[in-house]
């Protein structure tokens, strides 16, 4: 079951913006983008929420639902790779989910990447 699914199985935590939904189930953040269209502005925002999760609050587990998305841009995929960085060098993960598909960044050290 995806946060988009059913928003009320998860304590919410934050909504700066009232496209991009926060919230924790156990011990992950599930943080859900209900927008079609990537924007700069959305990006901007979802960088800024995703680095306070993970650097500001200490969080390492993230799941970031794009249900409406079809196709990454680039922007939006450099702060996706950014929080999976910033998560690796925590031992954390990264899943993402989006209207084709779904990808996790393993929980690894960067040197046992090979």
Do not use: Y
Request: proline share 7%; no cysteine.
């Amino acid at each position: 079951m995806t946060l988009a699914e059913n928003p009320a199985k998860a304590t919410i935590l934050d909504f700066r913006d009232p496209r991009i939904l926060v919230a924790r189930s156990g011990p992950t953040v599930h943080v859900s983008v209900r927008n079609r269209e990537v924007n700069p502005e959305l990006v901007r925002g979802l960088r800024h929420v995703l680095l306070d999760l993970i650097a500001g609050q200490g969080n390492l587990s993230i799941s970031v639902e794009l249900p409406d998305v079809i196709a990454l841009d680039t922007d939006l995929l450099d702060v996706l790779l950014e929080a999976a960085q910033h998560l690796v060098s925590r031992r954390g993960v990264l899943s993402v989910r989006t209207a084709v598909g779904k990808w996790q960044h393993p929980s690894q050290p960067p040197d046992a990447i090979a």
